[in-house]
């Protein structure tokens, strides 16, 4: 199963709600999918959550030591 880009946005920016982000005269619909990205990633560090992030490059250079 694969997410395309506007469900990948959707997802981002209800998660933005749920962690009760409020934009200040900005329009988070007009963002782009990376600085939706880094916004949710920048919010919740702020916040003190845990952010786990999956890199395949690493996994495979994991998988090749």
């Known amino acids: 199963m ?3 880009s506007d469900q990948r ?3 981002l920016l209800n998660e933005l709600k749920r962690i009760g982000y409020k934009p200040e005269n900005e329009s988070l619909a007009k963002k ?3 600085e939706l990205e880094m916004l949710v990633i920048s ?3 702020e916040r ?3 952010i786990e992030t999956y ?3 690493m996994e495979i250079e994991e ?3």
């Open 32 to 34: 782009s999918l990376y």
């Open 2 to 4: 694969s997410i395309n």
């Open 55 to 57: 890199n395949a490059r």
């Open 48 to 50: 003190g959550n845990n």
């Open 9 to 11: 946005k959707q997802f």
């Open 43 to 45: 919010v919740k560090g």
């Open 63 to 65: 998988e090749a030591e």
